[in-house]
């Protein structure tokens, strides 16, 4: 064997010496490790709570709240421990964590809580209730309802806005025996609830002479959608107070078509106001069914702006039949008007939209006059009867 053989032949035997990952153990193999992962298991509890107790932002308590639903352990009696502590700030994060949590264990001690006005905490217990649900968390907030003090039932009235129909017939009765604050929260927790059973109480609540109720119960109208309710919501429109006649205007849009003769009913009203604001409503509605109505607006009412606002009703339905009636107002006499019913062709623009817009645009186009075509001044003769005025 020659040299160059010998060579070649230590060449293909050599090997590489061995690697240090070819030697590393996995970390996750080792009784390190899992000592390591089993310790939130042993220790967690006490450490998802003082995190609780040191979250100070929104942020960090929604992060150690996700920790406390996960933990294995219970800690529902730690938290329970913490709803009397003398910082307020621990005390609200109680009941709010014990509300997520939904444990009927906290029940009672949430309930105790609840019931006692002067602590500024009793609001979160009562909400806390409503989360949890059940039918004895539900039947100590209709308890609540009949407490002595009235910051504890207007608690109670709006925590049971998850009570769902148990909860009706008590809400109904506060919405009739209770102080303002009470009848505010129980309108809104019965709009919540959604249920047709309450619409008589609060046709009736329309009418109080607090604005706070007379809004929340408009809005618990629109939210059931009871034909029922659409005459006392078309009254509201007039209301004194702005918001009042807006939310009314939107439980009006909510329950639809059913709504259309009390406002059609409107239009007759000798307050052109109150036509006005049944026209804007109309258009809000969206219903083709209204064209008709608001066209004889268009044509017959005896104020410009009523006219302005049944032209931009009828644009904001946007329908091809009113296409026709718009562009004949466009010579009516009032400008506004006219500017009225060319802004609603211009949102429907549709190609017959489009056709009256351009045939009205060059029928009141000022001409354009050439300067090349005035005489000059230099040709200017004046004749015999000029020259004697001038004299």
Known sequence: MNKSDWDQQQDDTRFEPPKLENYRI?????????????????????????????????????RVLQKLISCRQNVVPELIARLESSDLAVAKKASLALGYLR???????LARVAQKPFLP??????SALGCIGTSEAIGFLVKLLRHPSDQVQASAARALSRGNLPAVSPL?????????????HAAHSLGKINSPLAVPALIKALDNQVKAIRLESAWALGQIRSPLAANALAARLTDTDISVQSQSAQALKSIGAPAMPALVNMLNNEASNTRSVAVRTLGQMGIE???PVLVEVLRNDSFPYVRCDAATALGEIGSYDAVFHLAQTLKDSDRAVRNSAA?????????????????????????????????????IRLDDDDLTILQ
């Open 289 to 291: 069914e209204v064209i």
């Open 121 to 126: 905490v009793h609001w979160h217990a009562a």
């Open 26 to 62: 996995s970390s996750r193999s080792t009784h390190e490790h899992r000592r390591i992962q089993a310790a939130p298991e042993i220790g967690g509890m006490a450490s998802i709570l003082a995190e609780f107790d040191a979250a100070t932002r929104s942020d960090q308590f929604s």
């Open 172 to 184: 109904v009765d506060a919405l009739k025996n209770g102080n303002d604050l009470v009848k505010m």
């Open 103 to 109: 444990s009927p264990q906290a029940v009672p001690s």
């Open 343 to 379: 802004r609603a062709l211009r949102k429907i623009n549709s190609p017959e939209a489009q056709k009256f817009l351009k045939t009205h645009h060059q029928a009141v186009n000022v001409p354009r006059y050439s300067v090349a075509s005035m005489r000059s001044p230099d040709t």
